[in-house]
């Protein structure tokens, strides 16, 4: 094959943004477990089994800064605070489900679940 | 939607042992740029804009020990060193270009190319 150009630079560099947000952990899961549907804060906590609410509380905010979720708050009472994936967050979902499934079958995992 | 099962934790930690693989800098591209079939170290620093020989090397070697490419030396002389996508590294290029074509649609860069 010649050597074709490639995505270069500009490509990596996006490719490298994307890992610095997702390679932190949770936030992969976070973005699977809202690809189900919008979640309540104690919904999201209950299904990011062992994440702290302090934990949970930067990554989303980390995550709504990247454009990834969004945050809708309803007056209550009682108040109720909603967690969703933007556009940008729901056309994420399959890279990362094709990732995910490309880690678990390549990669020699150390840690034991 | 109802809160069915996700991959949960193990296949977050698949996810984020990917990450630290292909968040580092130039990885992603020379995955990428493997893509486009075998390469030697010099043709690679050339496809790889602006990397070190030093910093190569070390990314062949990290990538050779997570099993993505694989490493190959023909007796001169000149010794004739080539690199190559194994078959899980192959598996990881349509992904990778799909989560490149993510992230330059959805990221908001600041590094400018």
């Known amino acids: 094959m010649d050597e074709?150009?490639?995505?270069?630079?500009?490509?990596?560099?996006?490719?490298?943004?994307?890992?610095?947000?997702?390679?932190?952990?949770?936030?992969?899961?976070?973005?699977?477990?809202?690809?189900?549907?919008p979640r309540s804060f104690v919904a999201l906590r209950r299904a990011v089994d062992g994440i702290s609410d302090a934990m949970l509380s930067d990554r989303l905010t980390e995550l709504a800064d990247a454009g990834l979720i969004s945050r809708s708050v309803e007056a209550g009472p009682p108040v109720a605070v909603t967690?969703?994936?933007?556009?940008?967050?729901?056309?994420?979902?399959?890279?990362?489900?094709?990732?995910?499934?490309?880690?678990?079958?390549?990669?020699?995992?150390?840690?034991?679940h």
């Open 83 to 112: 967690y969703a994936l933007t556009p940008a967050g729901q056309d994420l979902v399959p890279v990362l489900q094709d990732l995910g499934r490309w880690a678990s079958a390549n990669l020699a995992l150390s840690v034991e």
């Open 4 to 37: 074709r150009e490639h995505g270069g630079p500009a490509c990596d560099a996006a490719v490298v943004l994307a890992f610095s947000i997702l390679g932190k952990r949770w936030n992969g899961l976070i973005v699977d477990v809202l690809g189900g549907g």
